[in-house]
């Protein structure tokens, strides 16, 4: 449901821009680009291959700020579990 929210095209900018600077990134973002080009996306196996080349700071930071796009418009976005005791 995410996707489909208003602002998500937004998010999405906001990640690339911040992601921008980061070398193994580029090279991992070219491969997700070849491997999506034959429009099945991509595997949960091969996702969890590319996050491994990853440096574990950009994970951490990947994840942050989509869970913070989650909880700034949860209102939109009931759907998804956010961990914490702020929404206990």
Excluded at 10 to 22: A, K, S
Aim: with cysteine; charged share 30%.
């Amino acid at each position: 449901m995410a996707l489909y929210h208003e602002w998500f095209g937004d998010f999405c900018l906001r990640m690339r821009q911040g992601i921008q600077g980061m070398e193994d990134m580029q090279e991992i973002l070219k491969k997700v680009f070849d491997e999506s080009q034959n429009g099945e996306g991509i595997s949960r196996k091969k996702m969890e291959e590319l996050k491994k080349l990853m440096n574990e700071k950009t994970v951490q930071s990947i994840e942050d700020e989509t869970l913070e796009f989650i909880k700034v418009n949860l209102n939109h976005l009931p759907m998804y579990y956010i961990p914490g005791d702020e929404f206990t």
